[in-house]
Structure formats: structure tokens, C-alpha cells
């Protein structure tokens, strides 16, 4: 893991994917977006997306979901930001089912500034995003020559 100081860390932004496939989805989605921006650690909500229906990834046999890209600005450290969306999580209601499968409200982080985090619980730039269609369209709305923070890569369709 790269390691980063809270000096440094001062005005990171942040890209976060939520998702949501058990009704009410859009009241869940609305609860963790609004804990989020009303975290004192949250400098400024830079964009947040349109919701947008997706089929599931993984476990295909489930509600579509919706999904919704918040940027923010935070000086929180990955970890500590990792710990604060799972509070969001657990306060939004999320119930622990199985790998993949339905959940009230899902928190992920797909980019940190320009930073990598490789350690057990949690890998950043996050280690699937490019194979989840939902958050390439979501990146390609945010910023259409949108390219990855760590590599320099145009992320693409």
C-alpha cells in the first residue's frame, strides 16, 4: 500500500460507486449519498451522477440494480474512508447476504486520487472496475475523455 499523510491527503477526490437492488433502491441510494455529503471529513461534493439501472454483475439471477457515481473531496485515508462507508452502509440498512447478491446499498471505492491501495480489505484502483460496464458509463458521464488517476489510461466504453 502506498502509504499517504493526512497533510497529503488534504484535498483528495474521491470516486465512489453506489449501488442498490432492493426496493425502495432510490431511498437507499438518496439516504447514503446524503450521509456522505454530511460527513464533516467531506470537503465538497465534486459531482454526483443521474441514477442509471443495471443489470447485476456477478450473480446474474437478482434485481437490476441502481448505481450512481459520487466524486467527492475528502482528507480521510482510504482506510478510514473504507470504515466510513461501511457505517454508511450499515446505517443506510444494509443486511449481509452473499458474495454479489442483493443489498440494500453497496459503497465502493473505485478511485483515490492518484493513489494505489493494495492490502486484504481493500484495492484501490478498485480491482474490477473495468469489467463492470455500469462504471465505465458512469466514468465516460463524468467526463467523456475520463482517463484512469493511477495509470494515465483512457478508461473508454
Known sequence: MTRKT???A????????LGSNIEPRQDFLAAATTAIAAWPECVRVHYLSPLHE??????????PFLNQLMVIVTPLLPLELLARAKQVEQQVGR???FPWGPREIDIDIVFYGSWAVDVPELRIPHV???NRQFVL???HEYDPNFCDPYTGEPVGR
Open 6 to 8: 493526512k497533510a497529503e
Open 137 to 139: 458509463d458512469l466514468l
Open 54 to 63: 443495471t443489470e447485476p454483475y456477478g450473480v446474474v439471477d437478482q434485481a
Open 128 to 130: 474490477d472496475y473495468r
Open 10 to 17: 488534504t484535498e483528495t477526490l474521491v470516486f465512489l460507486v
Open 95 to 97: 443486511q449481509e447476504t
